[in-house]
C-alpha cells in the first residue's frame, strides 16, 4: 500500500510506518462502510477547514 499526504498543496513526507497506519486506518474505515468491499482500488480522502 502506497499512501501519500498534502497539506495545502505540499508533499509531505511519510516513512514507511506512517504509510502503514494512515493507510491502515482509512482502509479499515471504508471498508465497514456498506457497499465498500475489500477489493477496492484507491481510496481518496479530503479534508478541508473552515
Do not use: C, P, Y
Amino acid at each position: 500500500m502506497r499512501v501519500s499526504l498534502k497539506v495545502d498543496e505540499k508533499a509531505i513526507d511519510l516513512n514507511a510506518f506512517t504509510q502503514e497506519i494512515i493507510g491502515n486506518t482509512a482502509a479499515a474505515m471504508a471498508e465497514s462502510l456498506r457497499g465498500v468491499g475489500q477489493d477496492w482500488k484507491g481510496i481518496e480522502i479530503k479534508i478541508e477547514k473552515h
